[in-house]
């Protein structure tokens, strides 16, 4: 696989950029982008820089891919910025990828936080040999109604130390239903209905480990179809697939397409386990029953296990783990090694 860099941790009244490399989603709702800085100031002790990008629109950003792309050139490359936080996804960051400077970004390897769309910019990273960190966004992880202090426990685990070292289910969930269209105020009193919830485990219960490759499915999808930025196959030997599912809720026949197009390209079969985020089930925009939102997370695992194993038997699976698009979460090492001892313990080495 090559070798890899894991950017330093900061310290406490380190100074930290923010930026947009996707959408501009920030824009239209300040106070929850306010929110999100508050908590790195004061939660934190951190001295979030805000770059242009993160308060421009959305129709700005996606007209000016260069302007994103230099933004992140500017914030790897400042020597007075320990870390990057993406403000939140989006759809097009595939088209940033092209204006990127590969050489730039692995002379100054810097923690960068985002998932979502955001795993353009983490894949693109793992080809340079740079862990990245696959969670700690702003709008929707760092600026949530209340901030779960299993979400605190590890952004800052994340932030300041070497590594997560073990990692623990945070034993409850909530799917993210409060709108940001509330006020300040109405949002901050808004609250999640969480809902206990563990691991679970399939495949063989051998240990394995390796590095983390993978995202959001959605944009290892868009990877596949424009193979323009797949690392060689031959890097994949031996690597964690981590996998989750966007608020979109996607089907399980899209979930199922999107996993025989991985393995008929041969890439299934390179792996040595699977890590899978718990899965959205509803967001403020679409209410589902809790019938059906449990038939829904049940779909799901058994169409993952069920097309991985068609091309890699006995492969380990762990499902339901606290990375994606639900709340609480832990920010993942894409890049990082991570070891599995199926229905034991995960750990991050």
């Given at each position: 696989m090559g070798r890899f860099v894991t950017p330093s941790p900061v310290e406490p009244g380190s100074s930290v950029a923010v930026i947009a490399p996707s959408s501009g989603a920030a824009r239209a709702v300040p106070h929850i982008l306010e929110l999100a800085l508050d908590r790195l100031e004061e939660i934190f002790d951190l001295d979030p820089v805000?770059?242009?990008?993160?308060?421009?629109?959305?129709?700005?950003?996606?007209?000016?891919?260069?302007?994103?792309?230099?933004?992140?050139?500017?914030?790897?490359?400042?020597?007075?910025?320990?870390a990057i936080f993406a403000t939140i996804g989006g759809d097009d960051q595939i088209r940033v990828l092209n204006y990127l400077d590969p050489e730039l970004l692995a002379d100054h390897p810097t923690r960068l936080f985002g998932m979502s769309d955001n795993t353009n910019l983490a894949l693109f990273l793992w080809n340079q040999g740079i862990v990245s960190f696959y969670g700690g966004q702003l709008l929707n992880q760092v600026a949530t109604p209340e901030l779960h202090p299993y979400s605190e426990r590890y952004l800052?685990?994340?932030?300041?130390?070497?590594?997560?070292?073990?990692?623990?289910?945070?034993?409850?969930?909530?799917?993210?239903?409060?709108?940001?269209?509330?006020?300040?105020?109405?949002?901050?009193?808004?609250?999640?209905?969480?809902?206990?919830?563990?691991?679970?485990?399939?495949?063989s219960s051998d240990t394995v480990s390796g590095r983390l490759w993978g995202g959001c499915l959605s944009i290892v999808a868009w990877q596949l179809m424009t193979d323009r930025y797949l690392p060689a196959p031959e890097r994949l030997d031996g690597a964690i697939l981590a996998l989750e599912t966007s608020?979109?809720?996607?089907?399980?026949?899209?979930?199922?397409?999107?996993?025989?197009?991985?393995?008929?390209?041969?890439?299934?079969?390179?792996?040595?386990?699977?890590?899978?985020?718990?899965?959205?089930?509803?967001?403020?925009?679409?209410?589902?029953?809790?019938?059906?939102?449990?038939?829904?997370r049940t779909t799901q695992r058994e169409t993952i296990t069920e097309q991985v194993h068609r091309y890699n038997p006995e492969l380990p699976i762990v499902f339901d783990?606290?990375?994606?698009?639900?709340?609480?979460?832990?920010?993942?090492?894409?890049?990082?090694?991570?070891?599995?001892?199926?229905?034991?313990?995960?750990?991050?080495?």
């Open positions: 805000v770059y242009p990008t993160a308060r421009q629109s959305d129709a700005f950003l996606r007209e000016n891919s260069r302007a994103r792309a230099a933004a992140i050139h500017e914030a790897f490359a400042n020597p007075d910025i320990d800052r685990r994340v932030l300041f130390e070497d590594s997560i070292g073990e990692l623990d289910a945070a034993g409850e969930w909530a799917d993210l239903t409060v709108g940001w269209h509330h006020s300040k105020a109405e949002y901050a009193n808004a609250g999640l209905d969480y809902e206990p919830l563990g691991w679970r485990w399939r495949g608020e979109d809720i996607p089907s399980a026949d899209r979930v199922r397409r999107v996993l025989t197009c991985l393995g008929e390209r041969g890439l299934l079969e390179r792996f040595d386990g699977v890590l899978v985020g718990r899965p959205a089930t509803q967001n403020w925009r679409e209410s589902r029953s809790e019938d059906e939102r449990e038939q829904y783990l606290d990375f994606g698009h639900t709340d609480p979460t832990a920010p993942i090492p894409i890049g990082g090694r991570v070891r599995i001892e199926p229905e034991q313990r995960i750990v991050f080495e």
